[in-house]
């Protein structure tokens, strides 16, 4: 079985969203054995630009004119990309909030991968899943808590961001998602909590 790992936080060794799917992940390979780990660091990955000149590849690629020698590699890097949660069984993800949301560079990753006939079709009338992915596992972790109270505007809680997420996962074709969250991450409750987060992620790897 092959598992896609997305990492979006570039905190390494101090992350605890690194830290809690790597626990989820220690404990799956216990459960599967052989299985291959695709881990695809949104920080390392060297991800092109998504701008003028990517927008460009896209349409030139769907269709099928020609590109010029820098069109043409970045739009190599999106069929990479693509190609790699096409291989995974399963996926994966560790998502911190940062200002209410995910890191930008989660974003990026969407934005070249998520093509047409890559990871969704589309027929002019209706949206389809391109892959065929029986299950996710998604790590939210955050900082603070609903404790921290707002002047002017209600919580915003995570459920936008689960919402955007699992509709995005599903949109390409998964078919369940284990989601988990951690919170409290940067204040005094800060150790226990992502202690208790990684055994509450070994114990999800075990039913996954
Ligand atoms: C740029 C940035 C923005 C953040 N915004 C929020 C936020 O809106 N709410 C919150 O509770 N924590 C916020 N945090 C704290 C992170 O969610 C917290 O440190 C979390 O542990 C980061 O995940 P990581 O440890 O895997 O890197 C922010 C951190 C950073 C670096």
């Given at each position: 079985m092959r598992i896609l790992n997305i990492v979006t936080s570039p905190r390494r060794e101090r992350s605890a969203s690194i830290a809690i799917i790597d626990s989820f992940l220690f404990e799956y390979q216990k459960k599967i054995k052989g299985l291959a780990v695709?881990?695809?660091?949104?920080?390392?990955e060297s991800l092109?630009?998504?701008?003028?000149e990517a927008i460009g590849a896209k349409y030139k690629g769907v269709s099928g004119e020609a590109m010029t020698p820098?069109?043409?590699?970045?739009?190599?890097?999106?069929?990479?990309?693509a190609s790699r949660f096409k291989k995974a069984d399963r996926i994966v993800l560790g998502i911190p909030m940062w200002n209410f949301s995910f890191p930008y560079k989660l974003k990026q990753l969407i934005d070249l991968a998520c093509q047409r006939n890559m990871l969704f079709t589309f027929d002019g009338k209706e949206y389809g899943p391109a892959l065929n992915i029986d299950k996710a596992f998604v790590a939210y972790v955050r900082g603070q808590s609903e404790e921290a109270g707002f002047q002017t505007?209600?919580?915003?809680?995570?459920?936008?961001?689960?919402?955007?997420?699992?509709?995005?996962?599903?949109?390409?074709?998964?078919?369940?998602?284990?989601?988990?969250?951690?919170?409290?991450?940067?204040?005094g409750r800060a150790l226990d909590m992502i202690d208790e987060g990684k055994k509450q992620a070994a114990e999800l790897a075990r039913q996954f």
């Open positions: 695709d881990t695809l660091d949104v920080w390392t092109p630009e998504f701008g003028a820098s069109e043409r590699a970045t739009w190599e890097k999106i069929r990479e990309l505007v209600p919580p915003p809680g995570f459920e936008h961001v689960t919402k955007y997420i699992e509709f995005w996962l599903h949109f390409i074709g998964v078919s369940s998602i284990t989601a988990m969250t951690v919170e409290h991450t940067w204040d």
